[in-house]
């Protein structure tokens, strides 16, 4: 009888961790990737798996049916957890952190009974030094085999809605085989028959139709069609199009809207570009989409563009896809591009080369990796690659949304060297932007736009420069990458936004 | 699971069992895969050891220099440096390992370089006025090396984040352990921190620091320096302080800096520790610790070191030193007869190498003892993940763990997108004296095995992520500085030195510091300096 009770505390073990991993990743997919979720939610778990074993010494009578129970209503809560949570925060997202905290409280006290119970079974026939020992090894062995397979395997295989219906099942099996092991020692056997099958018979159907339900979720939640969906090494990366609007989504942040991406990237391009009569040699920093790329290539000066994007999956997609390769008017495939897959920072270090404009459109400073695309060591490593008379081109936030974070990357190329002109534009979809311009010498702004362009004239242009008092330039602190700073401004400003 | 229900239980298992690592090699050894292929490396204690037996060959060829230097650490290559920077290129650095560097030499693999010991150097204050010329013609610090708070190059300043602390299954924030501590316990940690920022304003009559650094310019205020003969434990008790986090983070720090537990450390080389520098917890690193610094000064002696060279025999004379040398890789000995002797190698050797002993020089060494430590570099093919609480650090420290936590050698890497890493373990082996070094001695399969289980608490998928565990092992590491060590008259006559010899390894501090070490060579080139009668612009 001990050989199965501790194979099961295995299978327990991983379910109960799967369970941990799975809501925590949810919420850190659908509410951003902020630490604060996945440790709020490993807390809560934590927490109330202590509840579960405190409570567990009032569970009393058969302690095997008991058991079985305990099981199948982990299985089916647990199982149906990631589902429950993505349709409802498709549904309605106001109730879905307490939807996420109240399941995840309500399968931790679950989780929190199994082990007591499962020692206290033991504990008749097992010395209790032996008990602790093997059970502990046996939780913790589950625990390691799932948090190895969780990132490796199931999650980019078979999705978390259809993982946790997987663990859903294995703990409905556990309960199975417990009662089928246990027959001779338990009275009321048909009802508790029934209630396995029927457990099991709900999770089985769920597993079969989760793709459909997937889908339809996601659907729901982008309230467009998508058309295009992948996991690349770096990212998610998900297009959707609704009526004559296409939208790109990194890790479910909108990227662009082809509504209005001309003036994001007019913005990005033009007050710089337009400038300088004599480039010759242009590097865009990010910007897989290549749409920087077909602004820069209005320039018939312009001889070679460089673009230097992490992730070659986006320049693959926005190279080959129809609708894509049609927003950007086929930029990725001039034949002055070159593109390079690589980390910006690893290639600038390693690279010879200078250019006349730069542009660096990278993803916000939401954490310390991306935080270093903004310090003074990064400005100061561009300076080596941009030209006596070169201009370099910041996207940095919002000056509105995030104004300490805006002037802060504002302050950190002036003390990198650089004379800057900050300036801003209204893109509808992502509200007020703010953009950077920075060279060796002072900026004036062009008296014509030699290209055509929708947004960016040259009587709009002096407008753009001009901040108004609630964007206006506060003191700021330049990001060095000893401290980040920009990191936490950054959070806490845009945590304020978001909050409800 | 493991986490929750394991966490409290763990602690038990941890008291409970002498080594954690013991209890889980146990439990999971026959679910275990086979642990990641490395080497075992370490001072060259075969070479080293055949000091002890005298049988090796008769020096066959002489070569004279002005200046021997015996010993190729910080302070031996510190030595080099000043006398080479004053135009003094007439000595010979003599190394018993391949490389020089001592404590602050580094590793590399494919995936980057890695510390083998020594692995930050925090910003010197204004009296280490030597370190910071270093510094500066490192072009690390930028502007005036005697300012009060010089400019750095970024990119040896510790990126952010720079440390985190593993406690109760949550990695908080900063060292000192805050989460779930309460508010009376925090109000000492306050306590302390006033205190100890009071020694570092203090400054006696004659303008001295209460601990300054190098500590040979500290006050001699004999009740400050009363402080040695207490333990830092009795003086924490003796202040009335009884939180457990204060204690734990005195004792970390003590066996960070010093390998040596905080019942056993001195109480004045505790409190140097917190009140001898200026800089907010400020630190120079880089990806192969601090061998870059090693790098800098080994520049100057370019040409002028024997490598795998043992000095084995030294016999002073009225007018010269005479070395005999078995140089290993040849398997033959030559003789250096030197006018000027620098010893910059631990003095523990002294008694095994010098023809005539001095009474003092033994009595000075007589209890003295070294930790020894262990350092694993451990490559991984991904960053270990953070399941709760703040992101991966250059420090990380796990609370309830026998070692010191691990450092990142990428974090200072300008990359932004994940990566391959290699991540350095340290383990001082605080609980062992010279006499009983069992635990050092264990194969490269148990410590890998050891290093796996203190990982895996924090780091569930250690072990599938470690694509190799390379060991190495530090036998003497550093001076321990027990209570009466630093001022109880045992360091006088090193400092001191003699006609045609001076020492210059941080032994003679007492404290195995970069900047003592740095402190002390330059000190020896100089007064080597003065008895050549070369001129020179001092550097202290």
């Known amino acids: 009888m001990q050989r199965p009770l501790l194979v099961s505390v295995f299978i327990v073990a991983s379910c109960g961790l799967a369970y941990e991993l799975i809501a925590g990743a949810l919420a850190s997919y659908l509410l951003g990737d902020s630490v604060m979720q996945f440790s709020t939610v490993i807390g809560v778990y934590l927490f109330a798996m202590g509840i579960g074993s405190w409570l567990s010494k009032h569970v009393v009578g058969n302690l095997l049916v008991r058991f079985i129970q305990i099981e199948l209503l982990v299985g089916l809560l647990g199982g149906l957890s990631a589902g429950l949570l993505f349709l409802l925060f498709t549904l309605h997202a106001g109730p879905f952190r307490f939807a996420l905290y109240g399941l995840v409280l309500l399968i931790g006290i679950l989780v929190g009974l199994e082990i007591p119970l499962i020692m206290r079974i033991l504990k008749r026939e097992v010395a209790f030094k032996e008990l602790v020992a093997q059970v502990l090894s046996f939780d913790y062995i ?17 999705g978390l809605v259809r993982s946790a219906l997987l663990f859903g099942l294995l703990n409905a099996l556990v309960a199975a085989w417990a009662l089928w092991l246990f027959r001779a020692q338990i009275g009321a056997l048909a009802v508790l028959r029934a209630q396995c099958v029927a457990v099991i018979a709900l999770l089985a159907v769920g597993f079969g139709f989760a793709g459909t339900f997937v889908s339809l979720a996601e659907a729901n939640l982008y309230n467009e069609d998508i058309v295009h969906a992948e996991s690349s090494a770096y990212q998610r990366i998900v297009v959707t199009r609704w009526r004559d609007e296409t939208r790109l989504y990194l890790n479910h942040n909108l990227q662009f809207s082809s509504r209005d991406e001309y003036r994001y990237h007019e913005a990005l391009v033009h007050p710089g570009l337009a400038a300088l009569p004599g480039a010759r040699n242009v590097l865009v920093l990010g910007g897989g989409d290549g749409m920087a790329v077909r602004e820069i290539l209005k320039y018939p000066q312009v001889e070679s563009i460089t673009l230097v994007d992490l992730d070659p999956r986006m320049t693959e997609l926005f190279s080959q896809s129809p609708l894509l390769r049609e927003l950007n008017g086929g930029a990725l495939a001039s034949p002055k591009l070159r593109i390079v897959n690589a980390d910006a920072l690893q290639w600038l270090e390693a690279s010879p080369e200078t250019f006349d404009f730069v542009v660096a459109d990278f993803p916000d400073p939401s954490n310390h990796s991306l935080g270093k695309l903004y310090s003074t060591a990064f400005y100061r490593l561009l300076k080596q690659h941009v030209a006596e008379t070169g201009r370099i081109v910041v996207q940095a936030t919002s000056p509105l949304y995030a104004r300490e974070s805006f002037w802060t990357v504002v302050a950190t190329l002036e003390a990198a060297g650089w004379q800057t002109a900050p300036y801003h534009a209204l893109v509808p979809s992502f509200g007020e932007w703010g953009f950077i311009l920075a060279s060796r010498r002072e900026y004036r702004p062009p008296t014509t736009i030699p290209v055509a362009t929708r947004f960016v004239t040259p009587d709009a242009l002096p407008a753009l420069f001009h901040f108004p008092a609630d964007m206006a330039r506060i003191p700021a602190e330049p990001n060095r990458l000893d401290n980040q700073n920009l990191v936490r401004v950054f959070e806490r400003e845009w945590g304020r936004v978001q909050a409800p | 699971m493991g986490q929750g229900a394991g966490a409290l239980m763990r602690r038990r298992d941890f008291l409970a069992a002498t080594s954690a690592a013991a209890a889980l090699a146990a439990c999971g050894s026959k679910a275990a895969p086979p642990l990641p292929p490395g080497t075992l490396s370490g001072a060259n204690d075969v070479l080293g050891h055949r000091l002890r037996r005298p049988d090796l060959p008769v020096p066959t060829e002489t070569r004279r220099a002005a200046v021997a230097i015996v010993g190729g650490g910080i302070g031996g290559l510190s030595a080099a440096w000043k006398l080479a920077r004053s135009g003094c290129d007439d000595f010979l650095l003599l190394e018993m390992e391949s490389e020089a560097g001592g404590n602050s030499r580094a590793g590399r693999n494919e995936v980057s370089a890695h510390p083998l010991g020594a692995h930050y150097l925090p910003l010197p204050p204004r009296e280490a006025r030597a370190t910071r010329q270093l510094l500066a013609e490192l072009g ?67 303008g001295r620091r209460a601990f300054a650094l190098p500590l040979a310019l500290s006050s001699r205020d004999p009740q400050l320096l009363a402080l040695d003969r207490l333990t830092m434990r009795d003086w924490l008790l003796g202040e009335g302080y009884t939180a457990p986090g204060l204690f734990w983070l005195v004792d970390y720090a003590c066996r960070d800096d010093y390998g040596t537990a905080a019942t056993q450390t001195s109480a004045w080389a505790g409190l140097h520790y917190f009140a ?103 490559t991984l093919s991904a960053a270990p993940q953070t399941r709760a609480g703040q992101p991966l650090a250059w420090d990380n420290v796990l609370h309830d763990s026998a070692a010191l936590g691990y450092v990142v050698a990428t974090h200072q890497q300008l990359r932004y997108a994940p990566a391959p890493t290699v991540i350095t373990w340290y383990r001082a082996l605080h609980e062992e004296t010279a006499g009983h070094q069992r635990q050092l001695l264990q194969s490269r399969d148990a410590w890998a095995a050891q290093v796996l289980a203190d990982l895996a608490r924090p780091h569930p998928e250690i072990r599938e992520l470690a694509t190799r565990i390379d060991i190495h092992r530090h036998a003497h590491a550093m001076i321990r500085p027990l209570p009466g060590r630093l001022w109880g008259g045992r360091r006088r006559d090193f400092e001191r030195g003699g006609a045609g010899i001076q020492f210059a390894h941080a032994d003679v501090s007492g404290l195995s510091l970069f900047e003592e070490a740095n402190y002390r060579g330059v000190l020896a080139a100089e007064r080597t300096l003065a008895r050549l009668g070369v001129s020179f612009a001092s550097s202290l």
């Open chain 1, 142 to 158: 589950g625990a390691l085999a799932v948090s190895v397979l969780f990132p490796l395997l199931l999650a980019p295989h078979l």
């Open chain 2, 140 to 206: 690390v610090l930028q502007g005036d090396p005697d300012a009060a708070h010089p400019a750095y190059d970024e990119k040896y300043l510790c990126h952010a984040p720079q440390e985190r602390l593993y406690t109760n299954g949550y990695w908080q924030e900063g060292l000192w352990p805050t989460l779930g501590v309460p508010a009376t316990e925090r109000a000492q940690y306050a306590r302390f921190q006033d205190a100890v920022a009071g020694l570092r304003q203090r400054r006696d009559p004659a």
């Open chain 2, 276 to 378: 001898c520098r200026d800089g907010e917890g400020q630190v120079l690193t880089a990806p192969e610790g601090n061998a870059w610094l090693a790098r800098g000064l080994a520049r100057a002696a370019a040409g002028r070191v024997l490598q795998n060279a043992l000095v084995f025999r030294v016999e002073q004379g009225r007018k010269e030193s005479v070395c005999d040398v078995y140089l290993a890789a040849e398997n033959r000995s030559i003789r250096v007869i030197a006018r000027e002797l620098i010893w910059a190698a631990p003095q523990f050797l002294i008694p095994h190498v010098f023809a005539a002993q001095r009474p003092e020089w033994l009595a000075g060494i007589r209890g003295a003892e070294y930790a020894p430590w262990i350092v694993a570099n451990l």
